[in-house]
């Protein structure tokens, strides 16, 4: 008799905690009830930051009447969602904001995103927004609107999102964790949603290995080729001259297969544009392919016409590492990711500018001390097959010149 009582109180704890479960499980979605009488008849928890989405689709009108619910949140933070048509990211996302103002109202409100760097300022969307309202109650905003959407939005990616408010104005929101999950995707006709639009985590990857394949070609081999012809030649001969064909030969292809995910990237994204990044991207590839051909037209250094190849050489050589820095930190701009990787190329750039710091006083005295002596501004006699001249070069006579 005590077992099967003890069985039947075994079997009702667990029925009642799967019960509890089931409730708390619902409780965030289905079970909520809005002030005055408002009901949704769909309901959806979305994938990050503990937000919920609420909507009534029409689709005689392709009218949607949306209430997009985030617990947590206080008077010193913003709330946003919208619909993003061009791709699953911040920058382009149509928007629904709320805070606290600065005389305690919690208001909301429309704004386009268009940079990363947004301010989150009001502004028109790209379609019709009406009965735009919002609530902050016990801690849980609402924000309350109804779209009118063109077919293509029916369908679409989602974005939502949370940041501190300073001064009566959004800031930016944190970069880690659930702030950078909060992307999706919805189906307003069917019902569903998921937690990333077909293809948004394939496109990341893909942004991502653009910008690590580009930022090692352009922005670290490139760079230590020049160093390597410039302030190796007078310690190693002519090793100097293999290490920088290296450098450059294998920043260059690895460049290309950067430059060329850019460009199908880009041709995926229709709807978006970043038109310096892309036109420095195509400026670089083509400057690099110039110094390839370059080199099966390089004359004899005893040539009359090695000094205006040095000259170009040597000038788009140092245009092409310039205006990699600059845009690898436009395409961190693009990417926004972590600061962490931010700062750890910026560490590589102060790396290299203290060895160039160092090794440019040190490899001029070397070649005066020599040069006083009578003797070779290189490290040793080589052949003329490799004198292409960063330090000095050294003729029959013993004369030399600044070629880089």
Not at 72 to 81: D, E, H, M, R, Y
Not at 336 to 357: N, S, T
Request: hydrophobic fraction near 40%; charged fraction near 10%.
């Amino acid at each position: 008799m005590d077992r099967t009582k003890s069985a039947k109180l075994s079997l009702l704890a667990v029925w009642t905690i799967l019960l509890v479960l089931n409730v708390n499980g619902q409780s965030g979605c289905d079970t909520h009830r809005f002030a005055n009488n408002i009901a949704f008849t769909s309901c959806t928890p979305l994938t990050a930051l503990g937000s919920f989405l609420h909507w009534n689709y029409n689709d005689q009108n392709n009218t949607v009447s949306i209430a997009y619910r985030h617990p947590g949140t206080s008077s010193s933070s913003w709330i946003a969602w919208g619909l993003n048509p061009s791709g699953a990211r911040m920058s382009g996302t149509q928007a629904l904001v709320a805070f606290t103002n600065s005389s305690g109202d919690f208001q909301a409100y429309t704004s386009s995103v268009d940079t990363y760097g947004t301010q989150l300022t009001r502004g028109s969307l790209s379609f019709g927004v009406s009965l735009v309202s919002a609530s902050l109650v016990n801690g849980e905003a609402t924000i309350f609107a109804t779209l009118e959407l063109p077919a293509n939005l029916v369908m679409t990616n989602q974005v939502w999102q949370e940041g501190p408010v300073a001064n009566g104005v959004p800031q930016i929101h944190p970069r880690t964790g659930d702030n950078m999950r909060s992307i999706g995707r919805i189906d307003f006709r069917t019902g569903q949603s998921s937690a990333s639009g077909g293809g948004s985590g394939n496109r990341l990857r893909r942004r991502n290995t653009h910008g690590i394949l580009n930022a090692v070609s352009w922005g670290v081999l490139m760079p230590m080729g020049a160093m390597m012809a410039r302030y190796m030649k007078v310690f190693t001969a002519p090793t100097w001259f293999y290490l920088h064909i290296a450098f450059q030969v294998s920043g260059y292809a690895i460049g290309v297969a950067g430059w060329a995910t850019g460009i199908k990237l880009g041709n995926d994204s229709p709807g978006t544009s970043y038109s310096t990044h892309r036109n420095l991207g195509i400026a670089l590839f083509t400057f690099a392919t110039l110094q390839v051909f370059a080199l099966l037209l390089r004359p004899k250094p005893d040539h009359k016409y090695r000094f205006y190849w040095n000259v170009y050489h040597h000038t788009v050589g140092y245009t092409t590492i310039i205006l990699s820095i600059i845009n690898i930190f436009k395409g961190l701009d693009i990417l926004d990711p972590e600061d962490k990787w931010r700062w750890a190329y910026i560490g590589i750039l102060i790396f290299l500018g203290a060895c160039v710091v160092i090794l440019e006083p040190l490899t001029w005295f070397i070649v005066i001390r020599r040069k006083n002596r009578g003797g070779n501004t290189v490290a040793a006699p080589i052949s003329n097959k490799y004198s292409n001249g960063v330090n000095g070069t050294t003729s029959t006579t013993g004369q030399h010149h600044q070629d880089a």
